[in-house]
Structures are given as C-alpha cells and as structure tokens.
C-alpha cells in the first residue's frame, strides 16, 4: 500500500508530497512540529500535543493554520488512509511561503503537512527488554528548547554522534555539568536510595508528552518523584537510568558513556514503568 501525505489542503502519495523552495521552513527552520503516537489505533496524548503544538505557534507568533477540531478531522483521515493502527503521525506548521527575508512575511498562509506511519510494538518491546545504551554530549542548543520548532541541528548532531559510537540516544548536558534531556527523549534517573528524578520544565527542555503522561500515572500510583536537575555524575553512577518519548514510551538505558548502569540489564523500575505506561497506552 502506498502512503499519503496531507500538504495544504490535498491528500496526495507519499513520494509526490512537496512545499515550495521558499517555504520559510525550508529556508529559515520556521517552523513547528509534533509526533503523537498512536497504539491499537487510540492517538495517546492527543490533547496534550494539540496544546503544546498551539504554545509553540504562540511562542513564534505563527498563524495557525487551520482551528484544532478541523485539524484532528485531518489527523484522523491521514491515519485512516495509511491504514495506520499503531505508529506515529508526524505534523509540521511553518509560517509558510514568502520571498527570502528574515522578518516575518505580512501575507504568507501558513504550510500545514502531516505524514503517518507504523511502528511495531513487538519491536519497541524488543529493545526494551533488552535496554539501550547512550552517550553524554554538550548541549549546544539554544535558549528556548521549549518551543517544538523543526531547528534541529544541534539534536541531529548529536543523534549521529550516538549513532556513530553505537548507541541509541545522546543525552546533552548543560554548561554547569548537569543533563537537559537527549536529543529527543526525556532523561530520568532512579539513584541508589530508589528515588526517581527528571529535570523540571524550562526554557532548556522539551516539555515531554510522555514525560509528563508518567508524572501523572506515577502521583496516581503515589510513586514519588524529584523534580530537579541531575548531574552528569549521578547519571553515571545511578542505580536505574530510562528516557521517555512518543516513539520510544519508556525505554530503559543500560549503558551510558561506556559504562555499564546496574547489571546491565533493564532495572525493575524501569521495567515496570514501562508496564504502566504500556497498559496506560493499551486502555
Ligand atoms: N525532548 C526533545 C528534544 C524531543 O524532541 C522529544 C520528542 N518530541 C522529547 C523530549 C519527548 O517528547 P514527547 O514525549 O512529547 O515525544
């Protein structure tokens, strides 16, 4: 079966979908962006993407381009075509066409595309119960890794950075030694006394979906969680480490920079953090 992609108003095959060369996203990376997975075809968190993808438009003073209900009528057809019950849809704003100048454009439409695709959950299970390792990588990004915008570079270097070293994500650390987040994951760590710890939201993170659906499904469960920044050093020597995204759930890590965290194995924590976001995701 073939994919379709959704561009400014026209359903049209994957490999055909195109925006002009002048598209300010092509030409400036402004532009916005969501993942919102999708599992047994129930979109998870849909309303906490729909919200952050509108402060992210915000932040830039972007357009939207179109209101939230038509958008999820368009969510769900994209999802219907690809015949998508379990993966990810992917929906990009930019601020639209206009001649090359920094300023903002007075009459550009904003560009509004979306793609779908299917994952396999047996395989993100695989890689779970296996763990994966990471490495640690100074944080060049700028100062409002808040905003979801499609100015990736510094998330691409570091991705390849861990690709090239054999492992699955890079954990950025900031200029006082403590990690932000990976490339594009949330990081937590679990210390030696079982406490879990993420960095609180700000200007220097993503406000994870994933993250903050686990905060939710921990207070529920009455699991306590710190949250504050962590050190390099304590990721190194933490009993359990994981990272949470729409694409990966929650997914334990089992080696950073080399160095082998606990047994090597998936902590029970982890795991069983997993387990709870899975079923939460699954019901
Ligand atoms: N941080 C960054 C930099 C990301 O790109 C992502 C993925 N969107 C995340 C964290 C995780 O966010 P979410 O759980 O909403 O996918």
């Known amino acids: 079966m073939s994919r379709i992609a959704y561009v400014n108003g026209q359903y049209v095959p994957h490999g055909e979908a195109a925006v002009h060369i002048e598209d300010r996203g092509y030409q400036f990376a402004d532009g916005v962006y969501e993942v919102i997975p999708i599992v047994n075809g129930k979109m998870i968190g849909e309303q906490g993407h729909m919200d952050r993808l509108w402060r992210s438009m915000d932040e830039l003073q972007m357009d939207a381009p179109m209101a939230p209900g038509p958008m999820k009528i368009v969510m769900r057809e994209v999802l219907r075509q690809n015949k998508v019950e379990t993966g990810l849809i992917y929906i990009q704003v930019t601020r639209g066409v206009a001649p090359r100048d ?12 979306m793609t ?18 990471v490495i640690t990588t100074p944080d060049i990004r ?17 991705k390849q950075a861990a690709k090239e070293q054999g492992a699955y994500e890079a954990f950025q ?20 006394d079982g406490t879990l710890i993420t960095r609180p939201t700000s ?6 979906i994933t993250r903050a659906e686990l905060l939710d499904l921990l207070e529920k469960e009455g699991i ?6 962590f050190s390099k050093d304590e990721l190194m020597n933490a009993r359990e480490v994981f990272l949470t995204s729409s694409s990966s759930y929650v997914q334990p890590v089992v080696e950073v920079d080399g160095k082998v965290i606990g047994n090597g194995k998936p902590g029970s924590i982890s795991s069983n953090l997993r387990g709870i976001f899975k079923s939460y995701m699954q019901n």
């Open 102 to 113: 920094h300023p903002f454009p007075l009459d550009a439409v904003p560009s509004l595309v």
């Open 173 to 192: 650390y900031d200029a006082d030694g403590n990690i932000t987040e990976g490339s594009s994951t949330n990081a937590w760590i679990v210390d030696q």
């Open 224 to 229: 306590k969680v710190e949250l504050r920044a």
């Open 116 to 133: 779908a695709k299917k994952t396999s959950m047996d395989a993100a299970d695989a890689k779970a119960d296996k763990g994966v390792s």
């Open 203 to 208: 200007n220097s993170i993503l406000a994870g």
């Open 142 to 158: 700028w100062n409002r890794c808040d905003i979801k915008s499609v100015a990736l570079l510094p998330n691409v270097l570091a």
